[in-house]
């Protein structure tokens, strides 16, 4: 969650209600449980039955919806929401979701969590025949799939769109009197069904979002299905045969809540379970464990109880980073002036100190955690990531920096240890990372059913677009490696 | 720290810096360091040495000096700054501090922690000698007092114009060439003095603003002194003998931050050591022991320690509470939608749960963590809080509610407790309390060293203006209780 | 131009700069002069030789720019501005111009002035072929048909394109190394050529923002022009052979400023002998000729100096009628509180004074003229109006009311003075209207190449899509009338 | 009025009503109407009869109330405002007016247009026996004064206060169930009274603002009166029987609106007869002549009527201009970019003109306005100033740049005309300017009733503070006109 000081983001999080008075209030709320998934915009859009509402804009939801007549003006029961994570070339307000389209027969909206591997391919063919993006998002193309189909009825046309396109994602589609979600054929993002009192479903990305609006879980979407809501009710159906789970790792490891659960498993749970197998593989001789708060507390509790070494508040975040703060100036920087995280001189003077972490990206954030450590008085600073080394990107929703800027893809784990001037540095390892997780549906899939591509570089389905860079960088990379 | 869901505040945190470059940005992060005592407003003034600039505007920090061209208009290698905290009929911009006063012979800027006791006798003497206010703050007094010594010379009329205000004060005055620090008889609020690398003083109400900045801690600002601070360095003066120290233990249990060390008790220790004593008073038996984010975390740790029960991370918090958040409205808080704390039905569900919270002031907050976490299916929900039952209002600068609020003043234990709906409620006793803080410099003074006037209704001090109303509201209470 | 108090407003000015260093900002200072032609919108894109760059906003020009940093983005030598007239309902972000399409082939900016009258119709076939519209503006639509001939050479596609749209029409169309300017058929809004000192091009609606950026004018744009301005300069080139002139009369009326010159007529001339033709024409006992500030002081001084009456500022216009201005409630407006304009009491009392108006929409301001000159001591009060009576709506880019609430489609001339409350009342005749305009150009063509079909519903063109709602609007206010 | 091109600047206006319903929205209509009299910084405290309310702040007054809520939180059936001049050095909130003082024996609020000769000693002797002031205007001078005479009961004490400051003053108090409105011996600032149909009285710096809000006019305040307005009604006394009319001249000339009334006399019509009388003075041989919007207007077409030449519209100004304007760059500037004012080529062109303007200050503008006209192809630019050189500062509450600065008072005629490249260059002679405006109680009195300080230095009363500062400027200037 501390996504500002990471160079590792999940791209966005989508919620939608169908069937509940204040439909776009109920979405607020749960978009507002969502935002750790997304900083950069928000959306909403209702529908009233016979049109579509839209409000977006650039900021935290709160930001966005900062005049509440703006919430309000969104009536109706039905809505889809959206916060979005966005790269800073993208970062323009016509790339925030919801995407809203008016036509002479309907309107559409569309919400969308994950990344396409074959989108360049598809905008290319959709252009040349005609076709005008207003977004530079990959997210438009369905809707342009599916119009190139018109004649076909909508359903069709949109299972034969999800057959096109390729990659990681988790669609919501908004008609004025359906609610669709559809996930790809490996599941890589999570997606789940809650239902209110009053009998009103629920699609969010995560199920924290769901106990905020004081909805029931029902079902995980599974990969290849197509979820139709309507008056009718819930109806599953799937739009491929050709499905196998590989949900992404990360979402244990780093970006869902504490209090989620996907797939059946709390991920408060697998953190503290990293947390204790880091703890029998990679024992240190401390004082004491910390914890880098916030993500990484599950995972360093779980090390603490298992090996026995006190837990200590460390190191705190202090809770009133803005977005507008100012930052400090190289010359400040110098006389050591610190933000965000500051440790707890009278708690690690002198001591012996076991810091926990759950990722290590460029190795920038870990360096300074060391730092901090030492200057307020420790004696020894050992480094334990609670997964194992990032060496590969992700191609199916989430923004690891380039193979270049990842310290793992670059460097041996002791040379790592030195460069961060920790006295020691363990990884979890990656059988020891499928354990902790121990997904119920996945104990007979390769790798639990986890997609662990960013650790090992097999990725679980062909790269399309993204295949020849991706070679050619990992050529360039060996041949500095050689020289 | 979790202000915005409590009856709890501190009102204030102060900084300043003497001969540094860019002060008045050291003052920001300094402040920045200290937003927790205050979110109110906040303000800066710097010195060139030859002129006093100021900067200051409602809201946090951030947002006052989102233009970060305000904060580089405030030349001068001195300066002071203040976050406040202030009640809805007073925040106003004309209170937001340091307040500044342009005289023909120099300017003086001033910004103050704490609370009079009486002011509004010394305003009414003030008036009719013709004095004009321009704040409904009591903080200007001091300079009217000062004002009305023309022809006196500056520190004698500063000391003679201390020993005239009562109650807890820590102030914060700059001159041209001068800052100076004083502290009331009985030190109420923390002061404390560092230094940084290049020899230049800093004053600030908590020593995390010292480690921010990168300054070594140099001593606590001690009852009734005034130091001056210039170019020939620091100068520890006193302006009256008659002192006793009886700090504010609310700083411990609750304001504070934990990293801050206040009279060499590091908080987070203090707290830790709470939780502790409080699980051999306090005993429970449960699965696990639950804090309450963020400030209660270290107390809870302590328990758990303790009790031998494991530490689990049942309730979390929405980092993303804004102030502009718009709240759920009646119907959608009784459709169960929440705000600001989760409870982690996978940690929770089927348990039995004891949590530890700092404190309780009206009970709202309690009332609304046991609920939570008995719909996320916990078996049993016992509160244990780390510090007596408050009881009494605060005169030296802490908003507690009137004592009419407050559910420990009008209910029995057992009565809160059914109150909150927990299955069991036990309160820290005040000598473990004592114990828990052992401040090296009370040991041989009353209660430690400490004010405990809002757990015994034992003031250190008179009340001044304030007695008579005080003794009003404690009969038609006991009326109240006859009837 | 006081748009605030009319019902009757032009839609958006154009402008377009090619080879010029900072060109968005002449752009700016272009736009900045065509302001009255639209206040709810204003847009830049401008083009670096490889990108197009744009900004664009809600709000006046000085609004949307507020920030200098977003028109200092907007680098290049090429650039276009627009800036928008909108009617509530589509007053959103999405139609505020220039539009910017992003093709795998490059990028393509449009602006637009005008309105178009096969725009359903074009649409609905656009979106049968799998289109999807970002806007409901109907601009958009020549990207589509351009976009549609894929294959065909860019300057082919569009000449053939702008063939298949129908009704007024001023387009700049801005490619990375190309600015083209297309007109009209008949020519209907006003568009002229420019060049800086340096050789640059530009294009504008109104000669007013040529003289402003200091270039000199070159020639109109003449009806069914296709202009190109590309690095070797100046192409004229037109798309269709079958063109007439019938420029709007209400560009020389009302919109356009008195400074610009259109076909070779400067509007401030044209508007003084309207006043001159109305003194011949209605003659009035007076004591004096008073002006309704700012659009009709030409026309005053015209009658004022045929008629021999002397010329007095009777009326003024409050400079500082802001945006946000505060609106009298009921109450106090019955009180007699007055915005906007006002009479000069020391000037008007006791005579008989002659006012000119340029025009009367629905009458609501007539009326307040009439009672501000009558409180203020006026013994007689004529009003006289430099225009033939508005009796139909315009379908070639003004937004006139709809027919019902033209206060002279229903009703007659001395129905009209009661209602103003008027002691006499007298219009243009349409014979002195096209004396008055004098068009060079068009001496020979019928209504001397004027458009006058809002005062005679003779339109010069099919009416398309409007065809059939006109005629049920005409028949059901016949029978109204009937009735 | 055209302040934004001019180096002339009135400081400020005031507006006060008792005894009327939504007294604060009256109240901003009033200031509305004042608007030109000071642009940078607007307010209003109402009293509901037990406390005063206060809302104020930089910026013009519809910026100032964009959120109408406050103004409607400004409660009560009294008030005052205030819009204010400020030059750049304290144009800071703290001096915004109304001031407002609270006191344990009631609130004050106080506004005031003009200046005062002997603040900075009342200043000094003020703060030698303690009192603080809150701003660095000399307006909270007086409130000082009168709390110094604590126990003389309030009308006395004004009286007293009244007769220590000297200068040019209009001040308007409010306490809670009075207004006063008191003026300068001298009478040098405009000041009327109004009565609303209801019988409420209405107090304002110029007759317009009570014509705005329908308020029937009763008198004009006279010199050393001080009048209170109670439930009882309007009482008239003076405070001093030293007076005699000085009446700041440049209200006429260029300050007041042309539709208000002071002292008997049209704005407006004085201006015509100040063009009438130059037209006598100085005839030229043009085609015609041109005003200077929109100030110089009158003074024009009085030219134009007396010559017999017509009066034409050869500038025309674009109403547009807002403050956050982006200023063209030296660069575009030299590329002939022009904001604010535009030549009409179609007019101007191949002819001799003659431009009526009301005052020369710097220059600048003059020859700005004669390069315009040239470059639009004028043969001729004759420049006629209807009022005579302005040479001497003001010390009565204009902001007349320094010596130093005015043109006139460096350079002859010839010089100036040189300067500005006019063919000819003409002022109205001081007898001239009297006759004029020729004010029906200052028949008898040197200068008829005017200060004309500003051209011959002859000052009316003792300079005071200023005094020793003038007559040094003096002879500087003089020892550089001897070099």
């Given at each position: 969650m501390p996504y500002?000081?990471?160079?590792?983001?999940?791209?966005?999080?989508?919620f939608g209600v169908f069937g509940a008075a204040k439909a776009s209030q109920l979405t607020y709320f749960g978009l507002h449980s969502l935002q750790h998934r997304g900083q950069e915009g928000a959306g909403i859009v209702s529908s009233d039955g016979e049109k579509l509402h839209r409000f977006r804009n650039r900021g935290l939801l709160a930001e966005v919806f900062a005049n509440e007549n703006n919430l309000d003006a969104l009536v109706g029961d039905v809505a889809i929401g959206h916060v979005r994570y966005g790269t800073s070339g993208n970062n323009i307000l016509e790339n925030v979701q919801p995407f809203l389209f008016h036509f002479g027969d309907g309107d559409i909206a569309l919400a969308h969590n994950g990344n396409l591997t074959?989108?360049?391919?598809?905008?290319?063919?959709?252009?040349?025949?005609?076709?005008?993006?207003?977004?530079?998002?990959?997210?438009?193309?369905?809707?342009?799939?599916?119009?190139?189909?018109?004649?076909?009825?909508?359903?069709?046309?949109?299972?034969?769109?999800?057959?096109?396109?390729?990659?990681g994602f988790a669609f919501l589609l908004l008609r004025n009197n359906?609610?669709?979600?559809?996930?790809?054929?490996?599941?890589?993002?999570?997606?789940?069904?809650?239902?209110?009192?009053?009998?009103?479903?629920?699609?969010?990305?995560?199920?924290?979002?769901?106990?905020?609006?004081?909805?029931?879980?029902?079902?995980?979407?599974?990969?290849?299905?197509?979820?139709?809501?309507?008056?009718?009710g819930l109806h599953i159906d799937s739009y491929t045969p050709k499905t196998q789970l590989t949900i992404c790792s990360m979402e244990y490891i780093y970006f869902s809540r504490p209090d989620s659960i996907i797939h059946g498993v709390t991920v408060h749970n697998?953190?503290?379970?990293?947390?204790?197998?880091?703890?029998?593989?990679?024992?240190?001789?401390?004082?004491?464990?910390?914890g880098v708060p916030n993500s990484s507390l599950s995972a360093a509790s779980g090390y603490a109880e298992e090996s026995g070494h006190p837990y200590e508040m460390g190191l705190i975040k202090n809770q009133y980073?803005?977005?507008?703060?100012?930052?400090?100036?190289?010359q400040l920087r110098?006389?050591?002036?610190?933000?965000?995280?500051?440790?707890?001189?009278?708690?690690?003077?002198?001591?012996?100190v076991a810091v926990v972490d759950d990722s290590i990206v460029r190795g920038t954030t870990s360096r300074q955690i060391v730092r901090l450590l030492r200057e307020a008085g420790a004696k020894e600073v050992h480094m334990l990531i609670a997964s194992p080394p990032l060496r590969f990107p992700c191609f199916y929703g989430i923004d690891i920096s380039t193979r270049s800027e990842l310290i793992a893809a670059n460097h041996?784990?002791?040379?790592?240890?030195?460069?961060?001037?920790?006295?020691?540095?363990?990884?979890?390892?990656?059988?020891?990372l499928i354990k902790a997780i121990d997904l119920p549906e996945g104990r007979n899939l390769p790798n639990g059913g986890?997609?662990?591509?960013?650790?090992?570089?097999?990725?679980?389905?062909?790269?399309?677009?993204?295949?020849?860079?991706?070679?050619?960088?990992?050529?360039?990379?060996?041949?500095r490696e050689v020289v």
């Open positions: 500002e000081i990471k160079g590792l983001n999940e791209e966005c999080g989508v074959n989108s360049a391919t598809l905008k290319k063919q959709l252009e040349e025949g005609g076709a005008i993006f207003q977004s530079t998002s990959d997210t438009e193309i369905l809707v342009h799939l599916i119009r190139q189909k018109m004649g076909m009825d909508f359903v069709s046309a949109l299972k034969q769109s999800l057959n096109e396109v390729h990659g359906r609610l669709y979600a559809a996930l790809d054929p490996n599941g890589f993002r999570p997606l789940s069904i809650g239902r209110l009192e009053n009998g009103a479903y629920v699609v969010a990305s995560e199920t924290c979002a769901l106990d905020t609006i004081g909805a029931q879980f029902v079902r995980d979407v599974q990969p290849g299905e197509l979820i139709t809501i309507d008056k009718a697998a953190r503290k379970k990293m947390g204790r197998l880091l703890a029998r593989q990679a024992p240190v001789d401390v004082d004491m464990v910390v980073v803005a977005r507008t703060f100012i930052q400090p100036t190289k110098e006389r050591g002036v610190k933000m965000k995280l500051s440790a707890v001189r009278g708690v690690v003077e002198g001591k012996k041996t784990i002791p040379e790592i240890c030195e460069l961060i001037g920790a006295d020691s540095l363990s990884f979890l390892s990656l059988p020891n986890l997609c662990v591509a960013y650790f090992d570089g097999k990725y679980p389905t062909p790269l399309y677009d993204y295949r020849e860079g991706y070679l050619k960088s990992l050529k360039k990379q060996q041949e």
